[in-house]
């Protein structure tokens, strides 16, 4: 079992830079492929970003080049540095897991999730 708790969502203007962070239970945060995903009002949820356990990134195309995806297993956290922030980039954005690797931007494969946290991109 892996409990994901996400914190650092909030509001910020055009081209402003928000961290995300993603802390996880448990022993075995190494083995595992860690992703962000969002879902704005009236959307399907969507893939932005995933770290593999052997710490390779994967992107979506609307945030390659402004967001970035990093973890510290020490600390069992997975963060998302947010730059040049769009207001299209506003959605709750949401932790997963899932153990190895099987595919970075598919939301079935992904079995634990988060919370949830609100990112407000103001223009």
């Known amino acids: 079992q892996v409990q994901l708790v996400e914190s650092g969502g909030g509001l910020v203007q055009a081209g402003g830079s928000l961290s995300l962070s993603c802390a996880a239970s448990?022993?075995?945060?190494?083995?595992?492929?860690m992703g962000w995903f969002r879902q704005a009002p009236g959307k399907e949820r969507e893939f932005v970003a995933a770290i593999s356990w052997s710490g390779r990134t994967y992107y979506a195309d609307s945030v390659k080049g402004r967001f970035t995806i990093s973890r510290d297993n020490a600390k069992n956290t997975v963060y998302l540095q947010m730059n040049s922030l769009k207001p299209e980039d506003t959605a709750v954005y949401y932790c997963?897991?899932?153990?190895?690797?099987?595919?970075?931007?598919?939301?079935?494969?992904?079995?634990?999730w988060g919370q949830g946290t609100q990112v407000t991109v103001s223009s």
């Open positions: 997963a897991a899932q153990l190895g690797y099987r595919d970075a931007a598919s939301e079935p494969e992904y079995r634990y």
């Open positions: 448990g022993r075995t945060f190494s083995s595992y492929t």
